[in-house]
């Protein structure tokens, strides 16, 4: 009933800027955490950023001071400003949300279709 579209993935150079989104929609209630996560090829998934209903943010050490992560929570959306761009940069990038749903009390985990980001240098 969530759905997750992430947009803003593409070809950059290294110290240039991108800036991610991600709408959510459906039967949602309420959000009570979004956050970012990305993949390069051969490597697992990590955490790039997180942010709670509450403010509080939470980054990779790679990327802190350099991506930033905010929410527009009328419009259900999350954003990853990135900046500094760097070659290691390179993964997808994929949008998670905690959601409670109009039907339900208990939080569930959504995942957007990711993103690809290439830094090249």
């Known amino acids: 009933q969530v759905q997750l579209v992430e947009s803003g993935g593409g070809l950059v150079q290294a110290g240039g800027s991108l800036r991610l989104s991600c709408a959510a929609s459906g039967s949602i209630f309420s959000i009570t955490n979004m956050g970012w996560y990305r993949q390069a090829p051969g490597k697992q998934r990590e955490l790039v950023a997180r942010?709670?209903?509450?403010?509080?943010?939470n980054y990779a050490d790679s990327v802190k001071g350099r991506f930033t992560i905010s929410r527009d929570n009328d419009k259900n959306t999350v954003y990853l400003q990135m900046n500094s761009l760097k070659p290691e940069d390179t993964a997808v990038y994929y949008c998670?949300?905690?959601?409670?749903?109009?039907?339900?009390?208990?939080?569930?985990?959504?995942w957007g279709q990711g993103t690809q980001v290439t830094v090249s240098s």
């Open positions: 942010l709670t209903s509450g403010g509080s943010t």
């Open positions: 998670n949300a905690m959601v409670v749903l109009t039907t339900s009390p208990v939080q569930f985990r959504y």
